[in-house]
C-alpha cells in the first residue's frame, strides 16, 4: 500500500510541476503583452518596517495623494514583523509582480543588499524613505528623508525660548542612551545653546526614557522632585512627550495648573499629533514639533515618476520641483530632505491622522 | 486504504496540492518556475532546521533554539571568516559550532536528565544573547567569496534548495531506514519501554539534539551567503516557523510520530501559501493567521484522519 501511495504522490507532483510550466510560459506572454501597452501606469510600491503603524500609514496616504496626480499604480504591503530579514520576501513578490519603482522603509541597514541589487537588476528604482541604508547607500538610487537632520535640535531649543522668554533651567527627556537620531538631535540642541540669545536658558540635566512610558514616567517624576526650579523640558521623542504631559498633568506644574510654581514648567519636543491632542487642548503644553510623514510619500511618489522617466537625477544639488510642495534640493550620496518641521498647536492638531 | 489514512503527510500533501491550485489562481505571476525556485532559498534555511526538529520532535523532545543557535553561529563564524579562515573551512566550522551548540542541548537533556523544553527556553536565549554580546548591534560584512550561494544554479536549482534535498535524504534514510531511526521512534512512543529494551536512550537523544544543531550550524552558512552580513538578531523567531512546519507535517508533539517527506511537504505548503498571498496582496497579518488555520486545520484532520482508520479496523475486526 505505501508503495502504491508513494507512486500516486510521485505522480501527482509530477503533474502538478508540468502543469506549472505550463502555465509559465502562458504568463511571462500575458506580462510582456502588458507592458508594452501604451499608457500603462508606473506600478509603485511602498514597503513599510511593519504593518498597522500610523506613521507609516501617514507615508502611505501621501503616496496615494500624489498617485492621483501623476497616473500611478501605488499599491502597499508589509512585513507582519520589524524583523531584519522580514522584507526580504515581499521585496521578491514585488519584483516577480512586475512593479518599476519599490519605495522602502528598510528594517536593516545591509541585509537587504542582495534583494535590492536584483531588484536593480530587473530595471526596478529602488527609493529609501524614512530611514537609510547606511554605508550601503550604493544599493539603492534615492533616499527620502522627513526632514533637515540638523535643524531639528535647533527648532525645539527656539520653541522653548519663545514660551520662555524669561529663561530658566530646563532639562531634556530623549529615548535610549545610545539612540543615534537623539543623540544627534541633542548635540545640535547644545551647539545652538552656545548662542547669546539663548543665554538665559540653562540645560540642568538629560535623562532617559528608553521609549518606555513606564520608564520616561518615573524620570520626569524623578527631574520635578530634584529641580524644584525648573522651568522647561524638551522630550525629542514620540514615546517621552506624552509621559511628561501625563506627569505634568497629574501634578498640575504645567504653566496655569493648579500646583504651578513660578510660572509653571514649558514642555515641548517631538511627538505625532494624535497621542498629544488631548493635553494641546487642555493647555499642558502649548506647542510642539514634528516633520510631515505624508509628504515623504508625495516627493517619493513624485520622484518615482520623474526618476524612472530619466527626467531627474538624484545628484547633489539638483532641485526638485513638486507642484504645491516648496523646491526640494537632493544633497550628498542621493538624500533628500521631504519637509521642514511642522509645528502643531491648538488650531492644527485636529487636521492630522497619525 | 488504511494504512493510506494513518500517513502522517497525507494532510499536508492534500493542502500543498489546494494551496498550489488557489496561489496559481490568484496571481498570474505565481506559476513561473524560475521564481518559484528562486524563492525556495528563502525556505532554505527553515527546511534543513526542520528536517533536525523532525527527530527532536519524534523522539519526544523539542528544541526551542535552532534559530538562536543559527545566529550565534553566523556570527561567530563571520568573525573567523573575516579572520582570513578558507571558504571550505568557514563551512565546516559553523557546521562543528551549530553541533557543539545543539550538542549542548543534548547533554543537558540526555545525561542532565532535564526537560528539553526548559533547557531549549534557556538556549534560546543564551544563545542569542551571546550573539548580541560577542558582536554588538553592528552588522559583520561577510567576504565576497562566500556570498551568494543562492545565485549559484545547479542545472537551474539554486544550490540552497539542492543541500536540502541532500540532507533530507540523509535524514530520511537515517530516521526510516537505520535501526537508529527506530530507536527515535521507540524513545518517543514509550522511553521506559525502549530502555528496557537495550536502546541507548540518552546517546540517542543527544545525537537527535546534536543533530539539529548542525543542521542549524548549516543553516547559518546559508543565511549568511544568501545576506552577506551577519547581525545578532537575525533569524529572530524562526524556532516557532520550524516547529510549525514539523507539526503540520504531521509530527506529534507527545514524540512517536512524523516523517521527514511530511516536514518537507509542510514547509512546501507555508512557502506557496506564503508566496501566493504575498503575490495576491494579501496583508501579512492575514496571511500568519492562515497558516495558523492550517497547522489547527491539519491536527484536526490528522487526528479524524487516525480515528477513521481506527474504526476501519474495528469495523473488519468485528465483520
Known sequence: MTNVLRIGLAAVAG?????????????????????????????????????????????????????????????????????????????????????????????????????????????????????????????????????????????????????????????????????????????????ALADPKYSKLKLVDIVYGDDDPGKSTTEAEALLAKYPNLRGIISPTSAGLPAVAQVLDTAGKYPGG??????????????????????????????????????????ACYLAVKMKAGEIKPDEGVTVSVPALDDHKFGAKGIINASPLVTFDKKNIGQFGF | MRTLLKRPELAPFVLLIVAFVIAARGSHSFLDVSYLLDTTSLHAETALMALGMTLVIVSGNIDLSPASNLALTACIVAKLALAGLPPALVVVAAVVVGGVLGAVNGALVAY?????????????????????????????????????????????????????????????????????GRWIYAIGLNEGAARFSAVPTAAVKFWCFTALGMLSGLSAMLLLSRLGVARYDHARGQELDVITAVLLGGASLAGGRGTVLGTLLAVALVAVVRAGMGLADVEADYQLAVIGALLVGAALATGGLEKLSSWTRMAREVG
Not at chain 2, 544573547?129 to 551568494?148: F, N
Open chain 1, 258 to 299: 493648579a500646583h504651578a510654581v513660578g510660572g509653571g514648567i514649558v514642555l515641548t519636543g517631538l511627538s505625532t499629533p494624535k497621542q498629544m491632542k488631548k493635553y494641546v487642548d487642555k493647555g499642558v503644553l502649548q506647542k510642539f514639533l514634528l516633520w510631515s510623514p505624508r509628504q515623504m510619500g508625495v516627493l
Open chain 1, 15 to 191: 503533474i502538478v510541476v508540468l502543469a506549472g510550466l505550463g502555465c509559465s510560459q502562458k504568463s511571462e506572454t500575458q506580462e510582456v503583452t502588458q507592458a508594452k501597452a501604451p499608457g500603462a501606469k508606473l506600478k509603485v510600491v511602498y514597503i513599510p518596517k511593519k504593518s498597522g503603524i500610523a506613521y507609516f500609514d501617514e507615508v502611505v496616504n501621501g503616496f496615494h495623494v500624489e498617485a492621483d496626480k501623476v497616473n500611478v499604480d501605488f499599491t502597499t504591503v508589509a512585513p507582519d514583523s520589524g524583523d531584519a530579514t522580514s522584507q526580504i520576501p515581499l521585496i521578491k513578490e514585488q519584483i516577480q509582480k512586475g512593479v518599476n519603482v519599490i519605495a522602502i522603509t528598510p528594517n536593516s541597514p545591509d541585509a537587504l543588499n542582495a534583494a535590492l541589487d536584483e531588484a536593480k537588476a530587473k530595471g526596478v528604482i529602488v527609493l529609501t524613505i524614512d530611514a537609510d541604508l547606511v554605508g550601503n547607500e550604493t544599493h539603492r538610487a534615492a533616499c527620502i528623508m522627513p526632514t533637515d537632520a540638523d535643524a531639528v535640535g535647533p527648532a525645539q531649543l527656539d520653541e522653548l525660548a519663545s514660551e520662555l522668554p524669561s529663561g530658566g533651567d530646563f532639562a531634556i527627556l530623549s529615548a535610549t542612551h545610545d539612540a543615534p537620531n537623539q543623540n544627534y538631535w541633542i548635540a545640535g540642541l547644545k551647539k
Open chain 2, 112 to 180: 542532565g536528565r532535564l526537560p528539553s523544553f526548559l533547557v531549549t527556553l534557556a538556549t534560546l536565549a543564551l544563545y542569542r544573547g551571546g550573539a548580541q554580546a560577542l558582536t554588538g548591534p553592528a552588522s559583520i560584512k561577510l567576504p565576497d567569496k562566500l556570498y551568494g550561494a543562492d545565485q549559484l544554479l545547479i542545472l537551474k536549482v539554486p544550490l540552497p534548495f539542492v543541500v536540502v534535498l541532500v540532507f533530507a535524504v540523509v535524514v530520511a534514510v537515517l530516521l526510516h531506514r537505520t535501526i537508529l
